[in-house]
């Protein structure tokens, strides 16, 4: 095996980074991690630094920046996402600059619900238009013009922190957003010589609030 993937969701955003490796391992490792330890992780691994691996039947040990991290194992093996994510298809397709489109999110997200966190998303004449309204509080609306957009308008809802979580962690400033589906739902897929980053969001429902 030459590349390490690793893949997470919450039931409304599904994540996936895929690596190549420098070296080759000799076996096919899957093991399934607790939220808390990916998030420890990361938190830790503030600089980039080479880890070393190390698993039991049970158990994960890391080794990195003079730090021994060691967690549980959740028994059992992650869910088998790729047979519902529907294919992606050149209709539908937006191409925009992340910078432009995290900014307008993020504006928009401050008249959000603290506990909802939910925001209306629409393409409509080649515009996209983000706006939020919770009473008490107060609305806010975005516009974004001039958008490379392929496909038919539509109106969709996202919860905020989800979209702005994924713009947040893409590093790279030209994306592509495909919105597949009667529902709308978004995906992400970035790629290039070493790495992939694959994101798919789910629309908000009515009666989910």
């Given at each position: 095996m030459e590349?390490?993937?690793?893949?997470?969701?919450?039931?409304?955003?599904?994540s996936s980074a895929k690596h190549k490796l420098s070296e080759n391992i000799n076996q096919k490792i899957r093991v399934v991690l607790p939220?808390?330890?990916?998030?420890?992780?990361?938190?830790?691994?503030?600089?980039?630094?080479?880890?070393?691996?190390?698993?039991?039947?049970?158990?994960?040990?890391?080794?990195?920046?003079?730090?021994?991290?060691?967690s549980r194992l959740?028994?059992?093996?992650?869910?088998?996402?790729k047979c519902f994510i529907p294919?992606?298809?050149?209709?539908?397709?937006?191409?925009?600059?992340?910078?432009?489109?995290?900014?307008?999110?993020?504006?928009?997200?401050?008249?959000?619900?603290?506990?909802?966190?939910?925001?209306?998303?629409?393409?409509?004449n080649n515009i996209i238009q983000i706006e939020s309204f919770t009473p008490g509080l107060g609305e806010a609306k975005e516009i974004i013009i001039d958008i490379n957009y392929k496909g038919e308008d539509f109106k969709v809802r996202y919860n905020s922190k989800h979209l702005i979580n994924i713009l947040k962690?893409?590093?790279?400033?030209?994306?592509?957003?495909?919105?597949?589906?009667?529902?709308?739902?978004?995906?992400?897929?970035i790629k290039d010589d070493t790495e992939e980053y694959f994101y798919f969001i789910i629309p908000r429902i009515e009666d989910e609030e």
């Open positions: 590349e390490i993937t690793i893949t997470a969701t919450d039931g409304f955003v599904l939220n808390r330890t990916l998030s420890e992780i990361v938190r830790l691994l503030k600089d980039e630094a080479m880890v070393d691996v190390y698993l039991n039947d049970n158990q994960i040990m890391l080794m990195f920046n003079d730090i021994i991290f060691i959740i028994d059992g093996t992650f869910p088998d996402y294919q992606v298809t050149p209709d539908n397709v937006l191409h925009v600059k992340n910078s432009i489109l995290l900014n307008a999110c993020k504006r928009v997200d401050i008249m959000t619900s603290v506990d909802i966190n939910i925001f209306d998303f629409s393409i409509q962690s893409i590093d790279v400033e030209e994306i592509d957003m495909f919105f597949i589906g009667d529902k709308k739902a978004g995906i992400i897929d």
